[in-house]
């Protein structure tokens, strides 16, 4: 965190004259400014990288010129490089003055003044008022949060972002090429490019290639449980999982989410979702995740950032495993864990993941193609919202479809839109054999419907088509069709590997007792985003019945 006032630096090695200043110092500008000390120049240098790496702002710095470990000129040259806005005042003596004219050049030196400065109301705070008049009039405040540090086109730069942005945390990125403020803070942190990306928080520390759990961590997302014991533990943070939250947290039951990347599933990087009953308007996908988030923890379902990586059944508990080895304890389970976007069989696809494929439409992603031709894969919702929320940044985005229409899978209102935007187009019965880039993307080997091959230019590649479940880890627990989605109710089947109750099982209860789905991950769900939350909504209800509660 910034201290939210910017930072006047005094210093000199000798103690009562530094005393003397910052006493003058405060006097004058303790109020808007804060005031701080050094009594040699690598002393006051430690300082300044600490308050560059927290995010502070140096506002002017006031130093003194002969100093036994470095002269204040030399001082001056380094902290130019932490804060080249900030003001430089050199204190010297008579004789030092043909030095002090020489650092008007080699560090942009702003003034010298003449020791003693007494008295300061005629011959320091004249001169200081002009300078940070000058300062104040071209501030900006510093951006309080999570900076990161990376190479745009490096995945595992992509990865750190995706993951703070689909967790709705705030940030700010900085392109370590061609970012003079980007090397300046990496330079801050001690660290070098050899370990990007950093990440460096709001005060001041930093993590060099962090993982998502150190991440999280760091940002106070939850990732451990308070018990050792729930009555629901839902596996699963998209709307279904939100939903079941909400109604069973509110209902009494001690709940707890587990998700493994970020709480809102594929609904999250939705742009606008415009049918969902009671936003006329529409609302973005974050906006839903959020709302329900603190819906849900505000009746106190806990939300857990990590990933369920086992089940089994022993003394009448369902017991999940997660992936950092510990255990959670139910009376009964909701897997609701949504679907993935299956990897694009293309050539070279996997090489350029976060290098101009992607798969999502996340708003940074968006801006940094802005007036690119970029393509989008894919024939439903989820490709259409994308499809139109590029084109208010792209110069052109083509949807490439498989099949011969968009109305088998998109609602009618999305292919509306989308035929009504002048800069989004379709090509129908076209698939994507390979990409091509160095670096990053660049272009696509295109199949059309003749069989004809087309090589084209492609800035971006946004891919949201083949829907795979994530329900490995529940395989051999629990029943699942050929493409690994769960069945539930009617379409449980008995005999080997089927139901296992003695009665029916309930709507939406897999083929273990007690163990429901919800979502998209249930086979035959119709994948719409008001569906799940209704599915999540009635799985609380067959809970109750199955544990015998009113």
């Known amino acids: 965190m910034t201290s939210g006032r910017p930072v006047l630096f005094a210093v000199d090695d000798e103690p009562g004259v530094l005393a003397a200043v910052e006493h003058d110092l405060r006097r004058r500008y303790g109020e808007e400014l804060r005031v701080m000390g050094a009594q040699s120049g690598p002393v006051a240098l430690d300082a300044l990288r600490r308050l560059r790496a927290r995010g502070d702002a140096v506002a002017l710095l006031l130093v003194d010129q002969r100093m036994p470990e470095m002269s204040g000129v030399e001082l001056l040259a380094e902290a130019k490089t932490l804060f080249p806005d900030g003001k430089r005042v050199l204190l010297t ?14 560090v942009r030196l702003d003034h010298y003044l003449l020791k003693p400065w007494d008295p300061p109301e005629h011959r320091l705070y004249p001169v200081l008022d002009d300078l940070l008049e000058d300062w104040w009039a071209a501030y900006r405040p510093p951006f309080d949060g999570v900076r990161i540090v990376g190479l745009r086109w490096s995945r595992a730069s992509h990865d750190v972002r995706e993951f703070l942005g689909r967790n709705l945390v705030p940030y700010q990125w900085l392109d370590l090429d061609g970012d003079e403020e980007a090397r300046r803070l990496l330079d801050a942190t001690g660290r070098d490019a050899s370990v990007l990306p950093v990440v460096v928080y709001g005060d001041g520390t930093s993590q060099a290639r962090p993982s998502h759990a150190a991440i999280a961590e760091r940002v106070g997302l939850r990732t451990h449980a308070s018990l050792p014991f729930y ?10 999982g939100l939903a079941a939250a909400v109604y069973g947290a509110s209902e009494g039951l001690r709940t707890v989410i587990v998700e493994q990347l970020a709480a809102g599933g594929q609904a999250v990087t939705s742009s606008r979702i415009e049918n969902y009953l009671g936003f006329p308007s529409g609302l973005s996908g974050e906006e839903l995740t959020r709302r329900a988030v603190a819906q849900a923890t505000r009746f106190g379902a806990e939300l857990l950032l990590c990933e369920a990586t086992g089940l089994r059944l022993e003394d009448g508990y369902r017991i999940v495993t997660l992936s950092d080895g510990t255990q959670l304890n139910a009376s009964a389970l909701l897997i609701a ?59 052109s985005v083509t949807v490439l479809v498989r099949r011969a229409t968009l109305a088998d899978k998109m609602s009618h209102y999305l292919i509306a839109q989308i035929e009504a935007a002048p800069n989004v187009s379709v090509r129908y019965r076209t698939t994507v054999e390979a990409v091509r880039g160095d670096a990053h993307l660049e272009g696509l080997r295109l199949a059309g419907p003749d069989g004809a091959v087309q090589e084209c230019a492609a800035g971006a590649l946004f891919v949201f ?24 109710g009617p379409d449980v089947t008995k005999g080997r590997g089927g139901w296992r109750g003695d009665t029916a099982p309930l709507p939406l209860e897999t083929s273990v007792p007690g163990i429901f789905v919800a979502g998209d991950v249930r086979a035959g769900s119709i994948k719409r985003v008001a569906g799940s939350v209704g599915e999540g909504a009635m799985a609380v209800r067959f809970v109750h019945d199955r544990l015998g509660r009113p």
């Open 231 to 240: 009555d629901l533990v839902i596996v699963g943070a998209g709307p279904a």
């Open 93 to 106: 003596a008579y004789a030092d003055t043909a030095a002090a004219i020489r650092a008007i050049n080699e």
């Open 337 to 395: 864990t949504g679907v993935d976007v299956r990897p694009l069989p293309a050539a070279g696809a996997d090489r350029l993941v976060g290098a101009g494929l992607y798969y999502s439409a996340a708003p940074a992603d968006a801006l940094a193609h802005r007036g690119d031709d970029v393509f989008v894969v894919g024939a439903g919702n989820s490709a259409g919202q994308a499809a139109l929320f590029l084109a208010g940044y792209a110069a």
């Open 465 to 488: 088509a083949g829907m795979a479940p994530r329900t490995d880890w529940v395989a051999g627990v629990v029943e699942r069709d050929a493409a690994g989605f769960i069945l539930a």
